[in-house]
C-alpha cells in the first residue's frame, strides 16, 4: 500500500534534514582553518596542536548552513558562465595548494578564482546573509577579511571581491571598496604572527560566542565547562 511508501519517504527525508556531523571523536589535525582563521584563538590553537576533534552541529545550524551553502552553489553556477572578453579562467571553490598548507599550516578553498587573459588572479569570496544582517552591514567584517587574504596569499588573487548576498532579496554589495579589496600584506603578516602564537604556550583565552555552538573541540574549551 501507498501507506508505507509514504512512511519511507518521511523517514528519509527526516534523515536528509538531521545533521550529519555528530559523528564519532577523530583525530587531531595539523592544519588550521581559512575560514575560522578570524575567529577563536583559543579553537586555532586546538586545531594546530592536534586536539581530539568531537563534531556536532545542532539541528538549526545544519539547516542555516544549508540554506547558505544553496546559496553559494547558484552563485558558483551563475559564475561559471562569466568566461569572455578579459577573463579566460574560472575554478569554484579553488583548495589551498599543499605546498602553502604545509609552510603556513592553514586549508580551505576559496570560493571563485578568474583568471584574466594577463594571468592575474582575481578571487571572489560570497557571503550570505538575511535581510537584518545586510541592512546593518557597512563593511566587511574583520573576520572575513582575514580568511580573504588567507585565500589571496595562497592563490596569488592581487584583488578580492567580498559579495555580501542578502539571501531573502538578492540584494549584493558591488565591486568597490570597501567591499573590493587589494591584497594587504600587513595584514598577512599578522596573521602568520597570530598562528605561530596560536601553536605555542601559553593556550590564549577563549573567545565565547555563536561558533561555539558547533566547535569541534568545545567538549575540551573552559568557555563550555570544561576543566
Known amino acids: 500500500m501507498s501507506i508505507e511508501a509514504w512512511k519511507w519517504i518521511g523517514e528519509a527525508l527526516e534523515d536528509r534534514l538531521t545533521p ?91 570560493d571563485v578564482l578568474f583568471t584574466r587573459r594577463d594571468g592575474e588572479k582575481l578571487l571572489l569570496e560570497i557571503k550570505t546573509l538575511t535581510s537584518k544582517e545586510y541592512g546593518l552591514l557597512e563593511y566587511p567584517s574583520e573576520r572575513h577579511l582575514d580568511q580573504t587574504t588567507v585565500y589571496q596569499a595562497a592563490l596569488g588573487a592581487s584583488t578580492a571581491w567580498l559579495l555580501y548576498c542578502n539571501r531573502e532579496t538578492g540584494a549584493h554589495t558591488a565591486a568597490v571598496p570597501p567591499y573590493l579589496r587589494e591584497f594587504d600584506a600587513a595584514r598577512w603578516a599578522a596573521i602568520r604572527e597570530r598562528i605561530e602564537t596560536c601553536a605555542q604556550d601559553p593556550w590564549p583565552e577563549p573567545e565565547p560566542g555563536s561558533d561555539c555552538d558547533f566547535c569541534d573541540f568545545a567538549w575540551k574549551c573552559p568557555a563550555r565547562g570544561a576543566p
Open 20 to 110: 550529519k556531523r555528530e559523528s564519532a571523536p577523530r583525530p587531531g589535525s595539523t592544519h588550521t582553518r581559512g575560514s575560522e582563521i578570524g575567529g577563536c584563538k583559543r579553537r586555532t590553537a586546538y586545531r594546530l596542536r592536534m586536539v581530539e576533534q568531537r563534531p556536532v552541529l545542532p539541528k538549526h545550524w545544519f539547516l542555516l548552513f544549508q540554506g547558505g551553502h544553496l546559496w553559494h552553489g547558484w552563485l558558483q553556477d551563475v559564475v561559471k558562465s562569466l568566461l569572455g572578453g578579459d577573463i579566460i579562467g574560472v575554478q569554484i571553490e579553488p583548495r589551498v595548494p599543499k605546498e602553502f598548507q604545509d609552510t603556513f599550516r592553514i586549508s580551505g578553498r576559496g
